[in-house]
C-alpha cells in the first residue's frame, strides 16, 4: 500500500546537538517530497521540498534533507539543534500520479532538552 | 500580506449537527484544499477546489461537501456529525493547480459531543 512512515514518534535531543528525522515512503515513482513543522497553536509550515535534480535540499531555519532513491527515503537533518526548534514534523509526499493532494507522515514529535 | 485565514477557530457541536468551516487563501492563491487532522495524526486530504469546482477528493464520505467562490475563499461542510468528526481541520493554498507550495492556516478546531 502507498504510505508514508515517520517510524519515530518522540525524539528526545539536547539543545546544540545534531537532529535526524526519519521518513520513508512507498510509492512506485519518485514522488515530490516535503518537510513540514507544525507548533502548538500554529499551521504548518513548510521547512524544505524535493521535485528533482541534487538530493540534498536546503531549507528554512537551518534544516537541510536528502533524498534516497534507493532507500526510498527523505530524512531531515539539523547539525545543531536550538531549544525553538521544539515542534511537530511531517513528512509528507505528492505521488507524483498526476494527483496534487499531501500525503502526511504520522509525524514525529521533537524535544529538546536545555 | 495576509496568510490563510480560517474561522472559526474552535468550535463545539453535538452529534448529528451540521458544521460550516471558512477559509480565504493567501493573496493571490486561487487554489484550496482541505485536511483533516486527528489527535495525535498527520494531516489528512479531503478535497481540493480549483477555479470554483472539486478536482479531486480523498476517503471522506459524502458528509463532507465544499464550496469554492468566486473570489477563491472556501467553506467545509460537515453534515451530520459524528463523535469521530472531532479534529483540527486545516485549509490551505497555492497558487495554480499543481504541485506548488501549500500554504496552511492555523486551522478551525471542532469538537463534536
Known amino acids: 500500500a502507498q504510505s508514508v512512515t515517520q517510524p519515530d514518534i518522540h525524539i528526545t535531543v539536547s539543545e546544540g546537538a545534531s537532529l535526524e528525522l526519519r521518513c520513508n515512503y512507498s510509492?512506485?515513482?519518485?514522488?515530490?517530497l516535503f518537510w513540514y513543522v507544525q507548533s502548538p497553536g500554529q499551521g504548518l509550515q513548510l521547512l524544505l521540498k524535493y521535485f528533482s535534480g541534487d538530493t540534498l535540499v536546503q531549507g528554512i531555519k537551518g534544516f537541510e534533507a536528502e533524498f534516497k532513491r534507493s532507500q526510498s527515503s527523505f530524512n531531515l537533518r539539523k547539525p545543531s539543534v536550538h531549544w525553538s526548534d521544539a515542534a511537530e514534523y511531517f513528512c509528507?509526499?505528492?505521488?507524483?500520479?498526476?494527483?496534487?493532494?499531501?500525503?502526511f507522515g504520522s509525524g514525529t514529535r521533537l524535544l529538546v532538552r536545555p | 500580506d495576509a496568510g490563510v485565514t480560517q474561522s472559526p477557530t474552535h468550535l463545539i457541536k453535538t452529534r448529528g449537527q451540521q458544521v460550516t468551516l471558512r477559509c480565504s487563501p493567501k493573496?493571490?492563491?486561487?487554489?484550496v484544499s482541505w485536511y483533516q487532522q486527528a489527535l495525535g495524526q498527520g494531516p489528512q486530504f479531503i478535497f481540493q477546489y480549483y477555479e470554483e469546482e472539486e478536482r479531486q477528493r480523498g476517503n471522506f464520505p459524502d458528509r463532507f461537501s465544499g464550496h469554492q467562490f468566486p473570489n477563491y475563499s472556501s467553506e467545509l461542510n460537515v453534515n451530520a456529525l459524528l463523535l469521530g468528526d472531532s479534529a483540527l481541520y486545516l485549509c490551505a493554498s497555492r497558487r495554480g493547480f499543481g504541485a506548488g507550495e501549500l500554504f496552511f492556516g492555523e486551522g478551525s478546531r471542532l469538537t463534536v459531543l
Open positions: 493573496s493571490g492563491h486561487d487554489t
Open positions: 509528507a509526499v505528492v505521488p507524483g500520479d498526476s494527483s496534487y493532494k499531501l500525503i
Open positions: 510509492y512506485g515513482a519518485t514522488p515530490y
